[in-house]
T-cell receptor, first 112, second 110 residues
């Protein structure tokens, strides 16, 4: 089954404790992306990757890191989480940067 | 100015009516336009995409694109209660970034 998976689905952590949210896709897509979704602000792109070893900042990259060492994986790293990073995070992938994105199930993060 | 703007609603229509959702975008170089549906607590799922000016129909859904006016719309005919959700307009920019509107909440009343 073609899908985008994210782990963990739910995470409660404390300020400053590094965490990684994993994202994996099995569709051989070149383009992968991370979003955060907040009430009233909608979906905002954090980082995106056009291909392996190619990443670019989206609209709200501050406080986040990403890497793309393999085509299928695109982890999101929060080196020192803060409460304002409490949000619902989605990973998405598509064949190219112009085409339909397929979303993972989401990761709900609470930073205390 | 926001990259993508949508009427936040909420929009309520009776079952069987036509629901009209609108979206404007700011980057004239945008090439791809998408409508996603999102149920509460779930991930967005694609309804339609459109690349060229004009109308594109898929079942009960019609997407309309007017690049000169920088306007995208989605019409839902014969609206059903199961169509009740938040509808997200998405646009890709020349830099391959994606921008989403804040969504329009639609309720179809039986």
């Amino acid at each position: 089954e073609a899908q985008v998976t994210q782990n963990p689905r739910y995470l409660i952590t404390v300020t400053g404790k590094k965490l990684t949210v994993t994202c994996s896709q099995n569709m051989n897509h070149e383009y992968m992306s991370w979003y955060r979704q907040d009430p009233g602000l909608g979906l905002r792109q954090i980082y995106y990757s056009m291909n392996v070893e190619v990443t670019d900042k989206g609209d709200v990259p501050e406080g986040y890191k990403v890497s793309r060492k393999e085509k299928r994986n695109f982890p999101l790293i929060l080196e020192s989480p803060s409460p304002n990073q409490t949000s619902l995070y989605f990973c998405a992938s598509s064949s190219t940067g112009m085409e339909t994105q397929y979303f993972g199930p989401g990761t709900r993060l609470l930073v205390l | 100015q926001k990259e993508v703007e949508q009427n936040s609603g909420p929009l309520s229509v009776p079952e069987g009516a036509i629901a009209s959702l609108n979206c404007t975008y700011s980057d004239r170089g945008s090439q791809s336009f998408f409508w996603y549906r999102q149920y509460s607590g779930k991930s967005p799922e694609l309804i339609m995409f459109i690349y060229s000016n004009g109308d594109k129909e898929d079942g009960r859904f019609t997407a309309q694109l007017n690049k000169a006016s920088q306007y995208v719309s989605l019409l839902i005919r014969d609206s059903q209660p199961s169509d009740s959700a938040t509808y997200l307009c998405a646009v890709n920019s020349r830099r391959d970034q994606f921008y989403f509107g804040t969504g329009t909440s639609l309720t179809v009343i039986p």
